[in-house]
C-alpha cells in the first residue's frame, strides 16, 4: 500500500523567508502532483513532476523530484501573504491515474 | 467552460437517510473520481470510474455506492447514511490513459450527518 508522507503539517512564516515543504513515498511511481487549497475551497493544480530530477517553477514556488529518494520537495522563496493556503502532494498509484495524497501543510505567511 | 460541476454544495442529513451526489464534467473526461476530505486526513479515494458503465473501489469504499451511466456524469450515492460519513466530498476527472494532465476537481459539497 502507497503512503505519502508531507512534513511540516503546519508552518507559519514571516513573509520574505524561504522554506521547503516535504513528501515522501513509499513506492515506486511515475507521476507526482503538487495542488494548492484555499479554505473551504477547491483543488488547483500547481505542478506535475514526471521523471528523476524534475524540476518545475511558477514565481515563488518551485517542485522538484528525486524518484531515487521517492522524495519531492515544494521550495518557497520569498513569502508573500497570498502563498497562505494548505499545499498537498499525491502520487500516481495503479491503473487509473488513481492519486494518493498526502496529508498536507498548512502554511500561514505572516505580514 | 464549467469544468466539474458539483450538486448539491451543501446537504445536512439524519442518520440512516439516503441521498446521491452528482458529478459532471463538460471536458470529455474519460475517468471520473469521488473523493472524501476530513480533517488532518488528506483526501482518500471513495470510488473511481475509467470510463461509462465502469466503477471501482477506492481506498474508502464502504458505505458509498456509484454509478456512470454517462460520460460526463459520476453519481456517489449513500444507501443509509452515517455520522461518520460527515465530510467533504470532492469529485474530479481526468482526460484518461497515457495522459500527464492533473486531475481536474470540483468545488466539494460539504454534507453533515446528524
Known amino acids: 500500500e502507497l503512503k505519502v508522507e508531507q512534513n511540516p503539517l503546519f508552518l507559519s512564516m514571516q513573509e520574505g523567508k524561504n522554506y521547503t515543504i516535504y513528501c515522501n513515498y513509499s513506492?515506486?511511481?511515475?507521476?507526482l502532483y503538487w495542488y494548492r487549497q484555499d479554505p473551504g475551497k477547491s483543488l488547483e493544480s500547481l505542478f506535475v513532476l514526471l521523471s528523476n530530477g524534475a524540476v518545475k517553477q511558477e514565481g515563488r514556488l518551485m517542485a522538484s523530484l528525486d524518484t531515487k529518494a521517492r522524495l519531492s520537495t515544494l521550495h518557497i522563496t520569498a513569502a508573500v501573504h497570498d502563498l497562505s493556503a494548505t499545499y498537498f502532494c499525491?502520487?500516481?498509484?495503479?491503473?487509473?491515474?488513481?492519486?494518493?495524497f498526502g496529508t498536507g501543510t498548512q502554511l500561514k505567511v505572516e505580514l | 467552460n464549467a469544468g466539474v460541476t458539483q450538486t448539491p454544495k451543501f446537504r445536512v442529513l439524519k442518520t440512516g437517510q439516503s441521498m446521491t451526489l452528482l458529478c459532471a464534467q463538460d471536458m470529455n473526461h474519460e475517468y471520473m473520481y469521488w473523493y472524501r476530505q476530513d480533517p488532518g486526513m488528506g483526501l482518500r479515494l471513495i470510488h473511481y470510474s475509467v470510463g461509462e458503465g465502469t466503477t471501482a473501489k477506492g481506498e474508502v469504499p464502504d458505505g458509498y455506492n456509484v454509478s456512470r451511466l454517462k460520460k460526463q456524469n459520476f453519481l456517489l450515492g449513500l444507501e443509509s447514511a452515517a455520522p461518520s460519513q460527515t465530510s467533504v466530498y470532492f469529485c474530479?476527472?481526468?482526460?484518461?490513459?497515457?495522459?500527464?494532465?492533473?486531475?481536474?476537481f470540483g468545488d466539494g459539497t460539504r454534507l453533515s450527518i446528524l
Open positions: 513506492t515506486t511511481s511515475d507521476r
Open positions: 474530479a476527472s481526468s482526460p484518461g490513459t497515457g495522459g500527464t494532465q492533473p486531475q481536474h
Open positions: 499525491a502520487v500516481v498509484t495503479g491503473g487509473g491515474n488513481k492519486l494518493t
